[in-house]
């Protein structure tokens, strides 16, 4: 191995291990891992893969922001998640269905490692931290998928929005202002998108939540000005 090879090798080891999927594994997984695991770029606005593919890889995302979406019955999309590094997705094919749960997009450049469903099915046959590693990240998922759905069902529009901005803002999916506000650059198609309602609906709880000044917009951009009056909006400590 040259040592361009040897360096972007370690490079990954050094990546890995500090992903929720290969968080605290022996060496030796970790040295399989690295050995097996494929660096693939994507441009912004690509589809990784579509709903009801067949799936061949779990994602590791190394950098850049995921669209993890499905079109409901009703045919809208609904947006499930965006992830960012190091998060992984695209597991639930490799395990049971086969088919992809949900549409895979990139909101911007991405790049991800790819691991192969016989090496991911070798490696949590063969290691327990790692099985216990993905059941964790699920769990979490499921307990947010919970909250969610208490909240889209029991509230009105500015709490949808005011909890969907609180949870891009609490998983990181913001830009931090060089002034140290957190800006949130998604048009008000995509906030309907992950608040399970309409683009009309939204553009005028975040009229409300403006007036109230716990944000400020600006075209695609969202400032949150106060996540603490975002919490009582949220909660109905006021409205
Ligand atoms: P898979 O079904 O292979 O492809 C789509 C992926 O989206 C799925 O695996 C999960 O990794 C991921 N996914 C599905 N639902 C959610 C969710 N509610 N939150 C986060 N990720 C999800």
Known sequence: MSVKELDSSNQTRIFLEKTPLFANVPERAL???????????????SIMFQEGDIGEALYIIK?????????????????????????FFGEMALLGSELRSATAMTLSKVTAYLL??????????????ISLNLTTTLAKRLKGMDDE?????????????????????????????????????????????????????????????????????????????DVQGLEEILHGIRT
Request: net charge positive; hydrophobic share 40%; no cysteine.
């Open 63 to 87: 950098s850049g922001l995921i669209k993890l979406s499905k079109v409901d019955l009703g045919g809208y999309e609904k947006t499930l998640a965006i992830l960012q590094a190091p998060e």
């Open 149 to 225: 759905a208490q909240i889209l069902s029991y509230k009105d529009a500015q709490g949808r929005v005011a909890f969907v901005l609180l949870r891009l803002f609490r998983s990181g999916v913001v830009n931090i202002s060089e002034g140290g506000a957190a800006l949130v650059k998604l048009t008000h198609q995509d906030i309907a998108n992950l608040a399970g309602t309409s683009r009309e609906t939204v553009t005028r709880a975040l009229k409300v939540l403006e007036r109230e000044a716990v944000i400020s917009t600006r075209p695609k951009e969202i400032i949150i000005e």
């Open 116 to 129: 192969f469903k016989d090496d991911f099915k070798k490696l949590i046959d063969s290691y327990a931290s």
């Open 31 to 45: 040295d399989i891992a690295q050995s097996v695991v494929q660096l693939r770029t994507y441009e912004s606005g």
